[in-house]
Structures are given as structure tokens and as C-alpha cells.
T-cell receptor, first 112, second 113 residues
Framework: GDSVTQMEGPVTLSEEAFLTINCTYT??????LFWYVQYPGEGLQLLLK?????DKGSNKGFEATYRKETTSFHLEKGSVQVSDSAVYFC???????????FGQGTRLTINP | SAVISQKPSRDICQRGTSLTIQCQVD?????MFWYRQQPGQSLTLIAT?????????ESGFVIDKFPISRPNLTFSTLTVSNMSPEDSSIYLC??????????FGPGTRLTVT
């Protein structure tokens, strides 16, 4: 079945460091891919999305590129801030499917 | 994007009791989804609720334990029945966006003692 694998956390970085959170997926066909963020004590917020191969989603300085050849959708940010501390979830939605399939989440802590 | 509210935001319940969680959307939607997020875990879909029909449950979830109502196009409820400590989780509802994404409510944090 469809699945998403994220890099294990937790991840701890210093402010202004470069961030990469790896995400790979298994799915039939051409899924849509998403990154969601969950700040402490809050619900999930959509961070960015990509719906076809080579699409780049971007928002708030975060970027991720849909790589069909490597079945990956890695999240990157050039310079993280303390306010980026949160749990990040990679997710997919298979074509024609109703549900989202989530990765296990990666907890990110940014130290000043 | 849709604005989604949930009530209650959190609750502490005794085992053996039931809790009904409400989800309200600010626009009419065809499908509403209910997810569970167990402590430190990812999200798992419980069921999909269409207005005017019975909810469709994912493997491992049954109607007797998680009855769902969907009386109109902007509202749904999820009941967690005969609770045990293993039901302690965050319960989230969501709706579809325009391009395959889903938008989530703030969640209901349930603790069962």
C-alpha cells in the first residue's frame, strides 16, 4: 500500500542553520505530496504542496521539490528561526484516493 | 481555505464513558474526515463522513466504537464510546481543499483516566 517515510527525529539545529528533512514515498500512479507543520499545542497547518513531478512547493522560506525518479519530497530551508520549532509531517494523497497518508513526523527544535 | 472549529478543545474523561466531538466548517463541503493522532505518533484516518450516508471506516475502526453523524454540509460529530486509556489521543477533523490538500481543525485533546 501507499506509505511515507520521513527521516527520524528529533532534529536540533542552531538559528540560521540550513535545514533538510528527508521524505520518500511509495505509491501507485502519481500522488500529490504535502508538508504539514504542527506547532506546539496546535493543529496541523498546510505548509506547502506539489501535485506533479518536478513541481516545487514553497512557503515561508521552506521549499520541497517533487522528484518522481527518486520518489522523494525533501523539505529544505536556507536559514531556520527559533519560530520554526515544530513537528513536520510529510504526506501523500494517491490519485483518486480520499485520505492522506502521513509519515511519522519529524520534531524540529531550533536553538537561539 | 476553509475555517474549521472543533469542540471541545480538550477534555479529561473517565474510562467507560463516551465523549462527542463536534466539528464545524465555515462553508459547505461534501466530505469530512476524522483522524486520530496518538501521543507522539502520526495521524491515522478513522473514517470519512458524507452528508446523507453512513460514514466509511478505515480498517481497525468500527462504528460501535466511533459513531459519526453528518447531519448537514457544514457539521459533523465523532463519538468515542466506552473509552479506555488507549483512546487518549488528539482527534482532528479535516475537509478537502481545491487541489487535493486537506485543511484541519485545531484538534480535540482527549485524556482518558
Amino acid at each position: 500500500g501507499d506509505s511515507v517515510t520521513q527521516m527520524e527525529g528529533p532534529v536540533t539545529l542552531s538559528e540560521e542553520a540550513f535545514l533538510t528533512i528527508n521524505c520518500t514515498y511509495t505509491a501507485t500512479g502519481y500522488p500529490s505530496l504535502f508538508w504539514y507543520v504542527q506547532y506546539p499545542g496546535e493543529g496541523l497547518q498546510l505548509l506547502l504542496k506539489a501535485t506533479k513531478a518536478d513541481d516545487k512547493g514553497s512557503n515561508k522560506g521552506f521549499e520541497a521539490t517533487y522528484r518522481k525518479e527518486t520518489t522523494s519530497f525533501h523539505l529544505e530551508k536556507g536559514s531556520v528561526q527559533v519560530s520554526d520549532s515544530a513537528v513536520y509531517f510529510c504526506a501523500l494523497r494517491a490519485w483518486g484516493a480520499q485520505k492522506l497518508v502521513f509519515g511519522q513526523g519529524t520534531r524540529l527544535t531550533i536553538n537561539p | 481555505s476553509a475555517v474549521i472549529s472543533q469542540k471541545p478543545s480538550r477534555d479529561i474523561c473517565q474510562r467507560g464513558t463516551s465523549l462527542t466531538i463536534q466539528c464545524q466548517v465555515d462553508s459547505q463541503v461534501t466530505m469530512m474526515f476524522w483522524y486520530r493522532q496518538q501521543p507522539g505518533q502520526s495521524l491515522t484516518l478513522i473514517a470519512t463522513a458524507n452528508q446523507g450516508s453512513e460514514a466509511t471506516y478505515e480498517s481497525g475502526f468500527v462504528i460501535d466504537k466511533f459513531p459519526i453523524s453528518r447531519p448537514n454540509l457544514t457539521f459533523s460529530t465523532l463519538t468515542v464510546s466506552n473509552m479506555s486509556p488507549e483512546d487518549s489521543s488528539i482527534y482532528l477533523c479535516s475537509v478537502d481543499g481545491a487541489r487535493g490538500e486537506q485543511y484541519f481543525g485545531p484538534g480535540t485533546r482527549l485524556t482518558v483516566t
